[in-house]
């Protein structure tokens, strides 16, 4: 079953702030973050291993609870280099599964 | 080279035609991973190898699609007699392939993949 992402799309202005949430309805073990600008591949953003663990990377963060199975991922004073698509990746027994997808549109 | 490679770039071909896509992984991975993303869509998940275990083709969206892995490294995707709605971008990707608790932390390189244009 594929994680849900939400919201599915979302324009900032630059400078705001965005939270993107993945849910998923089978344990999680892992979340991963990926962001693919148009175009190019996916590239790995940021993992996630425990739950209510958080990671950062400048002004981007992730928290994953594990209870509840979700991920979300904040970024915070986003910048016109964020724009993308944002996918959570999730590791079940044995294999990658990726989210549904974030659309990300930040405007000057 | 130090990423993963994947050829050709583009394919242009005829509805009813086989193509065959190819990936060159990381060196040293042991999982990899097709997917195709149809324009403005999401990741949709193809075969997955790992190691010298039985693939996971659990995702191929039909007996027009196979792929295989020589040697542990190269692997090719084969999609014959091409239909229109087969148009879309293949990416591959490949991982260190750990086992057991490592495997949480196996991330995922992508290719540059191969866009695909039935006519």
């Known amino acids: 079953q594929q994680p849900v992402q939400s919201p599915q799309a979302v324009i900032l202005r630059e400078g705001e702030d965005a939270v993107i949430n993945c849910s998923s309805s089978k344990a999680l073990y892992s979340v991963h973050w990926y962001r693919q600008k148009h175009g190019e591949a996916p590239v790995f953003l940021m993992i996630?291993?425990?739950?209510?663990e958080q990671k950062g990377h400048e002004k981007i963060s992730a928290s994953f609870n594990e209870k509840k199975q979700q991920s979300s991922l904040y970024l915070t004073a986003s910048q016109l280099s964020y724009s993308g698509t944002y996918f959570c990746?999730?590791?079940?027994?044995?294999?990658?599964?990726f989210g549904t997808g974030t659309r990300l549109k930040v405007l000057a | 080279g130090a990423g993963v490679s994947q050829s050709p770039s583009n394919k242009v071909t005829e509805k009813g035609k086989d193509v065959e896509l190819r990936c060159d992984p990381i060196s040293g991975h042991t999982a990899l991973y097709w997917y195709r993303q149809s324009l403005g869509q999401g990741l949709e998940f193809l075969i997955y190898f790992q190691g010298n275990s039985a693939p996971d083709k659990s995702g191929l969206p039909s007996d027009r699609f196979s792929a295989e892995r020589t040697g542990g490294s190269v692997s090719t995707l084969t999609i014959q007699r091409t239909q229109q709605e087969d148009s879309a971008v293949y990416l591959c990707a490949s991982s260190v392939g750990t086992s057991g608790g490592a495997r949480r932390r196996d991330t995922q390189y992508f290719g540059p993949g191969t866009r695909l244009t039935v006519l």
């Open positions: 996630l291993l425990k739950g209510g």
């Open positions: 990746g999730t590791t079940g027994t044995y294999k990658y599964i």
